[in-house]
């Protein structure tokens, strides 16, 4: 049974250049990983866990099960939401014009890092 994935998403697939060499019928690729880390019963964090999964995967490193530490990682995505905020504000910038500023992709903290409490 076919889902109509492209269709739905306005995806011109016999036009565009990375979708013309599928065959529209073609499966999409799905890999189970397992020992990933997993949120506690009850917990409201699953969308840390999903945006760290993606991050991880986007760069093509695995998704650290002993370094996971979800009130870290949500103290550092605030930081860079924080970051990312301050910096719009210098340039008066304006969401419709601006470009997607690039993370650093090293957790941790330096002597030139501006901690802030949240």
Same mark, same amino acid.
């Given at each position: 049974?076919?889902?109509? @994935?492209?269709?739905?998403?306005?995806?011109?697939?016999?036009?565009?250049?990375?979708?013309?060499?599928?065959?529209?019928?073609?499966? @999409?690729?799905?890999? @189970?990983?397992?020992?990933?880390?997993?949120?506690?019963? /009850?917990?409201?964090?699953? %969308?840390?866990?999903?945006?760290?999964?993606?991050?991880?995967?986007? @760069?093509?490193?695995?998704?650290?099960?002993?370094?996971?530490?979800?009130?870290?990682? /949500?103290?550092?995505?605030?930081?860079?939401?924080?970051?990312? %905020?301050?910096?719009?504000?210098?340039?008066?910038?304006?969401?419709?014009?601006?470009?997607?500023?690039?993370?650093?992709?090293?957790? /941790?903290?330096?002597?030139?890092?501006?901690?802030?409490?949240?």
């Amino acid at each position: 049974m076919a889902c109509k @994935f492209y269709e739905k998403k306005d995806i011109d697939i016999d036009n565009h250049p990375n979708y013309k060499l599928n065959d529209k019928m073609d499966q @999409f690729d799905v890999s @189970f990983v397992d020992d990933l880390p997993q949120q506690s019963s /009850g917990s409201l964090d699953c %969308g840390l866990y999903m945006v760290t999964y993606i991050e991880c995967l986007t @760069f093509g490193e695995g998704v650290p099960y002993v370094d996971f530490d979800p009130d870290l990682l /949500g103290t550092r995505y605030a930081s860079i939401l924080w970051d990312y %905020g301050s910096r719009k504000e210098e340039v008066k910038a304006q969401s419709d014009d601006e470009a997607p500023m690039r993370h650093s992709r090293k957790i /941790g903290t330096t002597e030139d890092t501006k901690v802030h409490e949240i």
